[in-house]
């Protein structure tokens, strides 16, 4: 964990914040800023922020619900955990691969579209990453479509980063189909984006779509707290293993 001497503060607990809308006030190095916990590039530029904000303060858990249940199911074909080679989708500083590695993960590669997460990692967890792909899923660069397509992923993951505009459907399947027929896929959702009643992101048609036409055959569905919210209540979540049988057509992400 990054060590800070960072003062933060969150708002009185009756302040009926979104979960998207939920902020922070800092005070780093004597000035104070107001931080909303989506705005990515301020958090990660301020060492040790999202670690004691997110983790310590909010008791987030997802890196380690969704490690754990991912080694679990690929412990159970046989395959080891060395010879995983994993895509970590919307990456951030490293929080997931860290995770990963310390269960025995020797290679995973991360895309992310913020440049100031793949700053921190290198910043905060250097060498972490075999490689790190500063991306858009929609529009990659045709040399890092060339080395991405060449990697031979058997897993991805995906994790606390689907929904609300910050990871689109279109960016999760094109990364899906980066995988290998087979390999594994696990992604944390919002419980209610998981439900089809009340998801306004696309990602429940789109993982309803999958595994009805057995695209992707899901293992494990497991509901969690992710954390806690800036009033103190839990935020539920559903982690998903599964394995990837085929890729996703282009139509299907349009």
Known sequence: MIETELSVKLPEQNAALSQDEEYCIVV?????QKIRFHDYPEIY????LYEHLLYDTLKC????VVSS???DDVT????PISDLIVLDLGAGNGMVAEALAEKGVKKIVGVDII??????TERDRPNLYHNYYVEDMNNLSEQSEEELKATNFNC???VAALGFGDIPPAVFGNAYNLVDNDGWVAFTIKKDFFDKHEDTTGFSKLIRNLTEDGRLDIQVKHPYRH????DGKPLEYIAVVGRKRTDIPQSMLQ
Do not use: D, F, H, T
Not at 28 to 32: D, F, I, L
Not at 61 to 64: C, Q
């Open 28 to 32: 780093n190095e004597g000035k104070k």
């Open 45 to 48: 530029n301020i060492p040790g």
């Open 61 to 64: 858990n997802s890196p380690k």
């Open 69 to 71: 249940l991912l080694v």
């Open 76 to 79: 159970q074909s046989n395959l």
């Open 115 to 120: 440049e100031e997460a793949a700053e921190a």
């Open 156 to 158: 991805m993951v995906c």
């Open 227 to 230: 954390r806690l919210s800036v």
